[in-house]
């Protein structure tokens, strides 16, 4: 009786689930394997069944992250690219898909990145292309020249914090670590670069 009792509460248990779920991972990773070994052996097909596969989650994700639909085609460009060249070396610790959205979230977070630096960049010379476009008809490339050899007239102290709160996109904290002086410093030394080449511009 107490055998049949043990055998009966077995039956209880919510086995159904956990076998269907481990029946298809098998099958999955079966996939990706088969997947794996024909895009490293140089089979077209194989590579088409890849991007067909993944294209259009990662393609969403990037489209919801990225601000234009050019930035989302190059960034799925540079995911696909990636993915091909870094599957040669893919060690199958995790999922293809996984593994895919990493190099995703990547060149997301690369591309705002750029993105970042060049709309601050754009606003802290815009002061100086409207100077410069209100008193010469000078083409935008001869602007650009000249706005860089105006800063390579600061001390170079005040030019490198510049470059890095301008075009590489670092925050004052950030900017205080590189070049090892504190927040308050590197404060007044951007704040004295922006003077500087205000006054170049207004000269």
Do not use: C
Not at 1 to 11: E, G, K, R, Y
Not at 63 to 90: K, M, N, P, W, Y
Not at 99 to 107: A, D, K, P
């Amino acid at each position: 009786m107490l055998v049949q009792l043990a055998d009966t509460s077995n039956f209880s248990r919510p086995v159904a689930a956990p076998r269907s779920r481990t029946a298809r991972e098998p099958d999955l990773r079966a996939q990706e394997r088969a997947l794996l070994e024909g895009i490293r052996s140089g089979d077209r097909r194989a590579q088409r069944a890849f991007y067909e596969r993944y294209h259009r989650q990662v393609r969403g994700h990037l489209f919801r992250l990225l601000a234009s639909e050019a930035d989302v085609d190059d960034a799925l460009q540079t995911v696909f690219t990636r993915a091909f060249t870094g599957l040669a070396t893919f060690k199958g610790e995790s999922t293809l898909k996984t593994w895919l959205y990493r190099i995703t979230v990547n060149t997301a977070r690369n591309s705002m990145r750029h993105d970042f630096r060049q709309s601050r960049l754009k606003r802290a010379f815009h002061w100086f292309h409207q100077s410069r476009s209100q008193r010469h008809e000078d083409s935008p490339a001869l602007i650009h020249d000249e706005a860089r050899r105006m800063l390579q007239q600061l001390k170079p102290k005040l030019r490198e914090v510049f470059v890095l709160y301008h075009h590489e996109g670092l925050n004052l904290r950030e900017i205080a670590e590189v070049v090892g002086r504190p927040i308050s410093t590197v404060g007044d030394r951007l704040t004295r670069a922006r003077r500087q080449l205000q006054a170049m511009v207004r000269a």
